[in-house]
């Protein structure tokens, strides 16, 4: 478990990635076994992380105490990202259902967006919750496009959109209208700036594959919306921020480091196509990669932003 895995390690591409990374630090294959793996999520108080198999239906469960893998939840609805909110419970995106849910204290579902002026949504992608209470949410089409990972369907909405729950309210609103294919999206440290992946180029020659950076207002409103960094391998599709606001997001040749200022700083390789990652373990030092059939681990030298 402690050995090398092969395909592994870290790539210096920038001098201020060295002190990102413990030297003699290891990527380890923490379990095997799944069809596509996303939405990585860490449970503190249960010294858990839950993470999507989509095309299996289910949501795993990595156990820190002793590595074991169990399942979850099997129908999971083709559950895709995953977050926790401000009271620790599981938020989810599932594309079969085509909804966003949250699992409370005493395990049962509430729906928290199904459906948008009417129409139901694509499907719900990837999600965070900001510490307002607020919920957004991606809903690329992914989902509908096949029955791989969800049931095939027109799109009611007919568009892929970036969506904000009111936390007063319950209200799904639309933030940003002008994605492709919007996919992961995470909040800098102190949650002013938002970060946005398109994963357009999945279906448009040339299209995006990057991602973008928008101001946040105080009432949810974006401003700016510039691409901040293009993927140079394969696609950026979920990621996480450590607290110095570094972004570490997925590509196909692992994970790449990418600083606060746009600048690819560095890479774990990963001997497979990287969906997602998050931070974990009490310190929240150590970052999860859901790669295609496997789940990954290494301690690093940063701290991630909590919750994850
Ligand atoms: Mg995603």
């Known amino acids: ?20 990374f413990v030297g003699h630090a290891r990527v380890e294959r923490l379990w095997t076994g799944a069809r596509w793996s996303e939405g990585p999520v860490w449970f503190a108080a249960g010294r858990y992380l839950l993470w999507s198999d989509i095309p299996n239906n289910r949501i795993l469960r990595w156990d820190e105490t002793d590595g074991n893998v169990s399942v979850f939840r099997q129908p ?4 895709n990202g995953h977050t926790v909110d401000r009271q620790g419970r599981l938020v989810s995106c599932e594309h079969l259902a085509r909804r966003v849910t949250r699992t409370e204290f005493d395990g049962s579902i509430t729906v928290i967006a199904d459906s948008y002026d009417g129409k139901r949504l694509n499907s719900p992608n990837d999600v965070v919750v900001k510490s ?8 690329p089409s992914y989902g509908i496009l096949m029955d791989y990972e969800g049931d095939r369907a027109e799109s009611e909405i007919g568009a892929c959109h970036v969506y904000r729950v009111d936390p007063a ?41 990057h991602i973008r950076r ?22 950026f599709d ?45 310190k929240l030092n150590r970052l999860f990669i859901c790669g295609t059939t496997s789940l990954y681990s290494v301690f690093l030298n940063v701290n991630g932003v909590s919750p994850v």
Request: charged share 20%.
């Open 169 to 209: 309210t319950g209200e799904v609103a639309i933030v940003a209208d002008d994605y492709l294919k919007p996919n992961g999206l995470a909040f800098s440290p102190d949650e002013n700036l938002l970060y946005i992946a398109d994963t357009g180029a999945t279906h448009t020659a040339d299209g995006p594959k």
């Open 76 to 79: 999971s609805n083709n559950s």
């Open 238 to 282: 979920g990621f996480r921020l450590d607290l110095d606001g570094r972004i570490w997001t997925s590509a196909s040749d692992g994970v790449h480091c990418i600083d606060s200022d746009g600048v690819l700083i560095g890479k774990i390789k990963i001997p497979e196509l990287v969906a997602n990652v998050c931070f974990g373990g009490p």
């Open 1 to 20: 478990m402690y050995g090398v895995v092969e395909g592994t390690g870290f790539e210096v591409i920038d001098p201020r990635f060295e002190g990102c």
């Open 214 to 235: 928008h101001k946040v207002a105080w009432d949810g409103t974006l401003s700016g919306g510039e691409v901040f960094a293009t993927c140079t391998e394969g696609l």
């Open 132 to 139: 307002d209470g607020s919920i957004w949410f991606t809903h």
